[in-house]
Structure formats: structure tokens, C-alpha cells
């Protein structure tokens, strides 16, 4: 598979992005070098875009694996590649953004990301590094605009060439864009064929912003996720009659939507096979078909919700998208 047949994305902010990045994300982490030699094959594969964050523990891992790969003359230099890392929660405020960020390059060994998303919309107290914290560590408030402001003095010193946000409805993209200089270029957000954004998506098309969909599969982690995905009927019905994988139906899905998509699989094989989207199509009845699917969210983000935290339920976090 050439690099060359992935499509890239033109972001509101000039940047083209690879459609299919790489997940860095993994519950337990694999070792920091069973990682580093798990990436450089995926780089090996065709991957030329990589989602990492603070709190993902792999940041060190990737920026390893883009040096070595560059050293074994896989890629020419760091630029052939598209790096996303993500703000925790933990310095969602004004003043620790940026050291938040000069502390992701280091451990990227860069000088810039190409894209900065803020990963949650709230705030967490500073001890709180990565998912696994308490319900007392979430704060009341979150000054959305204080870090959103850090977010574009980010991009303005040239550390992010692009800036963005993950898990953010609709009506938080809606407070966000009455005062942002710098519109956010993406939303990451949970989407794949059981949990379709339809009403997100459209609004991120009016406002420009490019929607990037994490859980492509249907993640079925140790923390949270399911099976609706891989064994969904219709989608098992599609696969058979096109003589593709489950899983590349479900891609070439989201790949007609006009998202990007992050996949993750640690399995060289099936790295390979998740690039294998673009030289086919699902028809206009497959497509009809897969939109009638019922919907569930996979992600509930009950983590952050507290009867003392800026979130009371999952319904104020996630607003009224569906």
C-alpha cells in the first residue's frame, strides 16, 4: 500500500491531513519499546498520521518510533508525517497550556505538533494525570475561554500548526466559536456505524470544522466500548456480499461521511488491511441501509460526571446530540 493513495483533508486553517491516522491509545499500554518497533511498522504499512495524548503514556513512544524511522530511511523527515496530541484535562487553564505542550514535544522529541486538541470540555485538578482519577478531582468550572485563548497562542508561536477540540457538542462548539481568533480545524469525536453524529456532523459542515472519528470500531476496551459494531447483522450482510472485512465496510463507511478516522490495531495484518479502503465504494442502498442501524453511544463519559462537578449528568455533557 503507497502513501500516496491515502486522500488528505485541507483544514480550515490551511494544513492537509492524512483521512486515516493511527490510534495511539491502549489499555494497559504494551511496554514503551513494543510500542515504539509496533508504530515503526505501522509507519512501515503506510501510516503518515498518529493521534497520541498527555495522558495516552505513548507520546514518548511515537516520537521514537518517527526518529528511528527516519534513521532506517522509511520517511525522509519529520514532516512527512501528521502528529496529533491532545491538552488532559488536568491543564485545561490558561497558564498550563502551554507548558503542557512544550512538555508533549519534548517527549515527542519536535518542535511543533501539526494539530493540539483540547481532549475534554472541563477541567480536572492538577494531580489527576490520565483517566484513572476520582470524582473529587473534576472541578466545578471550566474557563473554556482562558484555555482556548492559550490554544491560539499555541498556534501563533508555530508549536501547533493546527488547533482543535475532542468530545465537544454542538452547543460547546457554539460557546467556543463566539470568541475564537482561530476556529478550531477539527472535532474529535466518538462515531462509527452504531453512533452516526448525524446532528454534529452537520453543524461542524456549517462552521467548517473537520470531524475526525475516534472508536471507528466500535472500541471494545477494558474501560468501556462493545461488540455493536463487529457484530452488527447488516454490517456482517454487506461484508459477505463485497467480499471485504467487517471492519473495512464499517471504515469505507465513515470514509463516505467525509470524516477522517482513527483506527487502532496493534496487529500488523490488520494495519494493512484498514489502509485497504479507498479503491471501492458501498452503494447508495448499502449506505441507506447502514442509517437505518439503531443508535447507542459507547462512550457514556460517566467519569466525569459528579453532583459537585460541572457536569451533573451525561446528558449535560454530551448537550442534546444524537
Not at 519499546?33 to 504499512?45: E, Q, R
Amino acid at each position: 500500500m503507497g502513501t500516496e493513495q491515502i486522500p488528505e483533508v485541507l483544514l480550515n486553517s490551511g494544513q492537509k491531513m492524512p483521512l486515516i491516522g493511527m490510534g495511539t491509545s491502549a489499555v494497559p499500554q504494551p511496554p514503551h519499546h513494543h510500542l515504539t518497533s509496533i508504530l515503526v511498522d505501522a509507519i512501515k504499512v503506510g501510516y503518515r498520521h498518529f493521534d497520541t495524548a498527555a495522558s495516552y503514556g505513548s507520546e514518548e513512544s511515537l516520537g521514537q518510533a518517527v526518529a528511528e524511522s527516519i534513521e532506517r530511511g522509511l520517511i525522509k523527515s519529520r514532516d512527512e508525517v501528521f502528529i496529533t496530541s491532545k491538552l488532559w484535562c488536568n491543564c485545561n487553564h490558561h497558564d498550563l497550556v502551554l507548558p503542557a505542550l512544550n512538555n508533549t514535544l519534548q517527549k515527542l522529541g519536535m518542535e511543533y505538533v501539526d494539530l493540539y486538541l483540547v481532549h475534554f470540555p472541563l477541567r480536572l485538578k492538577k494531580e489527576a494525570a490520565s483517566f484513572e482519577f476520582a470524582k473529587e478531582d473534576i472541578f466545578p468550572s471550566w474557563d473554556m475561554k482562558g484555555t482556548w485563548e492559550a490554544m491560539e497562542e499555541c498556534c501563533r508561536l508555530g508549536l501547533a500548526k493546527s488547533i482543535g477540540v475532542s468530545n465537544f457538542s454542538s452547543k460547546k462548539l457554539s460557546q467556543l466559536l463566539q470568541y475564537a481568533t482561530i476556529p478550531p480545524a477539527v472535532n474529535q469525536v466518538e462515531m462509527n456505524a452504531v453512533w452516526q453524529q448525524v446532528k454534529l456532523r452537520e453543524f461542524c459542515r456549517e462552521k467548517g470544522i473537520h470531524v475526525s472519528a475516534w472508536s471507528p470500531l466500535g472500541a471494545n476496551g477494558a474501560m468501556w466500548g462493545s461488540l455493536a459494531v463487529v457484530e452488527n447483522p447488516l454490517l456482517k450482510e454487506i461484508s459477505a456480499a463485497k467480499g471485504k472485512s467487517l471492519a473495512q465496510v464499517a471504515l469505507r463507511w465513515l470514509h463516505q461521511q467525509g470524516v477522517s478516522i482513527l483506527v487502532k490495531s496493534f496487529n500488523k495484518e490488520r494495519m494493512k488491511e484498514n489502509l485497504q479502503i479507498f479503491d471501492w465504494e458501498l452503494s447508495d442502498d448499502e449506505l441507506a441501509k447502514i442509517e437505518q442501524i439503531p443508535q447507542r453511544r459507547g462512550f457514556s463519559g460517566q467519569m466525569f460526571v459528579h453532583h459537585d462537578g460541572i457536569y451533573k449528568s451525561s446528558e449535560e455533557l454530551w448537550d442534546d446530540d444524537a
